[in-house]
């Protein structure tokens, strides 16, 4: 069984977010490896992660302060409008793959990617 996990967000509305955060917890929580990738219209939810108003704050506070958050999408991020706030949030950003993070290097690194 794998124990290593990759989840790549590539949906931005947030019901669908909340599934890929609530699984990086939960995956977390059971003693596997997981790292979240936030791709596509999914950058857009940077902000979600100081905002206080939102009612799943504390969900998105949970998982930052885990680190489960291994990088956004720097293309996707400035594509969105949301680089400069992925930046001032502190959050790595990956550019591997021509601006994208590469999912073959997380295979390489044995993990098993699911996509949201």
Do not use: Q, W
Request: hydrophobic share 40%.
């Amino acid at each position: 069984m794998a124990r290593k996990y990759a989840l790549f967000a590539f949906n931005g509305d947030p019901m669908c977010f909340i599934h890929v955060l609530l699984n990086a917890l939960d995956l977390d929580e059971k003693g596997f490896e997981v790292k979240v990738v936030i791709e596509g219209s999914a950058t857009k939810l940077a902000k979600e992660f100081e905002n206080e108003d939102n009612p799943m704050h504390s969900l998105y506070k949970k998982v930052e302060e885990s680190e489960l958050v291994d990088c956004f999408c720097k293309a996707c991020s400035n594509k969105m409008g949301s680089l400069e706030m992925v930046e001032k949030l502190g959050f790595e950003t990956c550019s591997e793959m021509k601006g994208h993070p590469s999912m073959g290097k997380y295979i390489e690194d044995g993990y098993t990617i699911i996509t949201f």
